[in-house]
């Protein structure tokens, strides 16, 4: 089916040419971290997790998020996902591939990969993250590669699928609650040690996922002639809408706990990030976006008549993921190394590479997603009014 991605319009070829001179910029500079060292990010002694990780976590969740569909309609069979629930997982497939890179940038010297492979401890968090995303990397490729071949031949899927579908739903959840307690285990860590750092982890990519899978189906059907359908679409944003509502309390949980109890160590960090602390604010701008664009999306996402709005579904969701990944993507990994145990504060921003070679990773993700949209909508496309039963 590969070879449905080598044909296509001037536009497709040109949107791939150009994530391929992304990802040119990227790797160039990527070898020259490889060559110097990590000495060329913004990372320091003090804040030894930067826009590397931060993007790591945030795409943990969305490739989580495709058991959103996945449960409906294999579990239910909740005909209405039937064309939208390959989108979301070729969606996971591009997030993990994102993911795993991120942590090869991240190592400085690719070569340590090799040591949890060598070396396994499962001890440690990390050892069962690096499991539970390649597994997952595994299922989603599998599933979504089985049955859209299946689907092109006019056949229901093999029955050795199911038991993979029904292990990727529980290891859906397992890779964002693994993350989350990557940070919640660090007892030095004041911001990230909380019970519900894996509720909230989870409700945020129930949030960000979806809501970038609608902004992709909308493309999809805008630019092509195959349409995820608009109860598809419908049925994900009241997702959206009610994992939002959950991310938001759970984040007024946070901040009740730390400013009630008056603990300095639970307050400081918030301090650095909504108002500054001891003259440091250069997150407080982005923090203060990321609550605005929370609120506005949940205005627009409850509201039944601006959610049902393709125009202002696309804003709310545009907003869902942008306040997101402002919050878990930055503020959460700067935030818990501020301040540091000496109660000092050494800020962070990440420099012109570290930000290409950021780029270059997102650029990477988009081609093997682009790839795997043009296949699954070819295929689509294809077999158009074909009722295969799963």
């Not at 969701?317 to 818990?336: E, M, N, P, Q, R």
Request: charged content about 10%; hydrophobic content about 55%; proline content about 5%.
């Amino acid at each position: 089916m590969l070879d449905k991605a080598l044909t296509g319009s001037r536009r497709y070829w040109t949107w791939v040419l150009f994530l391929l001179a992304v990802i040119g910029v990227g790797f160039i500079f990527y070898l020259k971290q490889f060559s110097y060292g990590l000495g060329i990010t913004g990372m320091s002694r003090d804040v030894s997790w930067g826009l590397y990780i931060g993007q790591f976590t945030f795409l943990v969740g969305v490739a989580a998020s495709a058991v959103m569909l996945v449960i409906p309609y294999y579990l239910h069979n909740y005909k209405k996902f039937g064309k939208i629930v390959i989108l979301g997982e070729f969606l996971a497939v591009s997030a993990v591939t994102m993911c795993i890179l991120f942590i090869f940038v991240d190592m400085g010297q690719p070569t340590r990969i090799m040591n949890v492979i060598l070396h396994p401890t499962p001890n440690s968090i990390m050892f069962w993250d690096a499991l539970v995303l390649s597994g997952y990397l595994f299922l989603n490729i599998v599933i979504g590669w089985t049955t859209l071949g299946a689907e092109r031949k006019g056949f229901p899927p093999p029955a050795w699928v199911k038991p993979l579908i029904y292990i990727s739903i529980p290891w859906a959840i397992s890779i964002h609650t693994v993350t989350a307690f990557l940070y919640a285990g660090l007892p030095g860590r004041h911001f990230w040690l909380t019970a519900i750092m894996a509720a909230r982890f989870l409700a945020s990519a129930f949030a960000g996922g979806p809501a970038l899978l609608i902004l992709l189906a909308l493309i999809v059907r805008k630019l092509t002639k195959f349409d995820p359908g608009k109860e598809a679409i419908q049925s994900v944003s009241k997702i959206v809408a009610y994992a939002m509502v959950a991310n938001v309390f759970f984040m007024g949980l946070e901040l009740f706990t730390a400013f009630y109890s008056n603990i300095p160590g639970e307050m400081h960090p918030f301090d650095y990030l909504y108002v500054g602390l001891d003259g440091h604010a250069k997150l407080v701008p982005l923090m203060w976006l990321s609550s605005i664009l929370a609120v506005v999306s949940l205005v627009l996402l409850i509201y039944p008549g601006t959610r049902r709005m393709e125009k202002t579904l696309a804003v709310a969701c545009a907003t869902v993921f942008i306040s997101l990944w402002i919050d878990k993507g930055f503020g959460l990994i700067i935030g818990g190394f501020i301040p540091n145990p000496f109660d000092r504060v050494t800020e962070y921003w990440p420099t012109m590479p570290e930000t290409l070679i950021t780029l270059g990773v997102w650029a990477t993700g988009f081609l093997v997603l682009t790839i795997l949209y043009k296949v699954a909508v070819s295929v689509r496309e294809d077999t158009a009014g074909i009722e295969i039963e799963h």
